[in-house]
């Protein structure tokens, strides 16, 4: 059975950093495409990151370009979301999702055929 659990959320100050951590169960990180998405209140779920190890890095949604950083980390079979200089919009239940069929990652929101979900972790900014 193919699970993924993240962790890593929290509350945390506008400006400070969180890393979020997506653990499969059932496939390798090594396989196919791993992305980000997150939900803020009243919101659609929208992707923020893509990356695969074909691919060998990450994509980024404009919104959050040059503030994260995707990686993935094959000895520990876990995707890494590091986010610096965190602001109140960045508020949101972020979640992994996988899909090992594909062949590198698609372009960002133009797939939305992902396999498997995280139960996602809330990030809150504190005012």
């Known amino acids: 059975e193919v699970q993924l659990v993240e962790s890593g959320g929290g509350l945390v100050q506008a400006g400070g950093s969180l890393r979020l951590s997506c653990a499969p169960s059932?496939?390798?990180?090594?396989?196919?495409?791993i992305a980000w998405f997150r939900q803020a209140p009243g919101t659609k779920r929208e992707e923020i990151s893509c990356?695969?190890?074909?691919?060998?890095?990450?994509t980024y949604a404009d919104s959050v370009k040059d503030r994260f950083t995707v990686s993935l980390d094959i000895a520990q079979n876990k995707v890494f979301l590091i986010k610096n200089n965190l602001k109140p919009d960045d508020t949101a239940v972020y979640y992994c999702?996988?899909?090992?069929?594909?062949?590198?990652?698609?372009?960002?929101?133009?797939?939305?055929?992902?396999?498997?979900w995280g139960q996602g972790t809330q990030v809150t900014l504190s005012t």
């Open positions: 990356i695969s190890k074909k691919d060998g890095r990450g």
């Open positions: 999702t996988a899909d090992f069929a594909l062949d590198g990652c698609p372009s960002l929101r133009a797939y939305y055929g992902f396999d498997y």
């Open positions: 059932g496939f390798t990180v090594d396989k196919g495409a």
